[in-house]
């Protein structure tokens, strides 16, 4: 019962540290319950042992930390498109403030400009 944090984190480092591509809908979904259901057929199989309920197991929690790594990543929004290229601002300069730090440390100044009529390029 201890090794189970143990199998979830091991079936979440076999999602995002070996596959290179995002799995499908069927391939993130199929294949934690393929492997459950193999675990469970080898398991039935050899009931009467321990080395086959340790396998069970391992194989459960490495499945369900796969499903639960998969089902995460597909739970959030994906990330927003964020501009590639440059902005350029045309417009008249009238003030340039040298604005200190907000948390009070050795960071350099930041500059504020305000402009008038600004017109995006």
Known sequence: MLWAPVGLALGAVL????????????????????????AS????RMRYSLWGRLL???CITVALGFAAAWGGTHRHTPMPDLPRFATEISGTVQVIALLP???????PFERRVDLAQAVFL
């Open 56 to 58: 069970w197991g391992g």
């Open 15 to 38: 999602y995002f540290g070996l596959l290179h591509s995002e799995p499908s809908l069927l391939a993130g979904g199929m294949l934690p319950c393929g492997v459950a259901a193999l």
């Open 41 to 44: 057929i080898a398991a039935w």
């Open 101 to 107: 730090p907000e948390d009070g440390t050795d960071a």
